[in-house]
């Protein structure tokens, strides 16, 4: 069902709007006149704006969401609006308007405005654009759903799959969430029309070279810090505390997977490293204190992680006779690793994730 917009919404909206008009010199005798939109109508309100030089209608619809699925809709529906009068001009209305978004407008020949303050508005021989206004907070929320701990579990499932379809069904079971959550995050990428469904399942939607802008979207909301990091010391070369470290994680059942450095090292090689990571799912001090790791507060050469969540060692296996993390997670932790972890994430992301869905 249609989510309504509440009539005080529309009013905020339409006096925005108008006030962007009455800024523009040449405009600012002009007559600028709102009106409800007749019964039936697509649109939630008309603006008129009427100078020496031309008259337009500006029929506008006022949406709760500005991402790509509902603009889409909406251009849709105003350009069925506008089709009998040269006059009208049909204009997308929201709290926040994504750039992708903002891109189906254009494509659809349909201006946009947000409440952020971000708009196009091209019509006869006046263009006004502004950009670079950040989200509202209610997007921010919607963000921070997509990218909670259950639902990066969703995600990564879907990235690690490739061009593999899922029933919702399989797909829950396989991110070991419920139904309920695995829906929830399947609405949150139609949104964004980030997946695509069929006969078959839904999967992520790729673009023609091969690069997936939710993975874009989730590295620069990805916040490592949400992890416990322990940070020890030993004597001994970073190949045998490896080997120590893996031989006891499998002994002990620790659920141990390397990360970082040393799991970029597995899989695509790309920067020399000075330092160990591990996520471990027992207690860190066991492990370390069976080790003989000495915990320090600076110069530390390795780093064992308690995970905010045990989703992140999905998809963990050996590679090179030692457990490490999925290409994807490899990829979000290497993003925010000092210390040319961004060269490496790139390195996983061009060799080894993209192939997936060549």
Known sequence: MPVLVKSEDVEHAAGRLAAVFREVPFLAQA??????????????FILSVRS??????????????????????ACRALREEVRADRRDYPVFIA???????????????????????NCRLAFDHLYIRREGFPNPSVQRRGLRSLFSPKAE??????????KRYWRMQQLAAEAGVSLGQAAQVKKLLVDREWIETGARGLRLRPLEDGVLP????????YRGERNTAHECYSLKPLPEMERELANAGRRMKAGLAFTGFSGAARFAPAVRYQRVTAYILVNPRTLAKRLGL?????????????PYDEGVLYGAAERDGAPVVSPVQLYLDLSRTKGRGEEAAAAILEQVIKPLWR
């Open 31 to 44: 007559g600028i006149r709102r009106t409800n939109a007749p019964r039936g109508s697509a649109a939630d």
């Open 52 to 73: 020496p030089k031309f008259e337009r209608r500006l029929v506008c619809e006022v949406k709760p969401s500005g991402q790509p699925r509902v603009a889409r809709e």
């Open 95 to 117: 709290p926040y308007i994504a750039p992708a978004a903002a891109d189906i407008c254009r494509e659809y020949q349909v201006g946009y405005f947000d409440l952020a303050g």
């Open 153 to 162: 579990r969703v995600l990564r499932v879907l990235v690690a799959g490739g």
């Open 214 to 221: 939710m993975l874009a979207e989730w590295r620069e909301a």
């Open 294 to 306: 000495k915990a320090v507060a600076s110069g530390a050469n390795v780093t064992l992680v308690e």
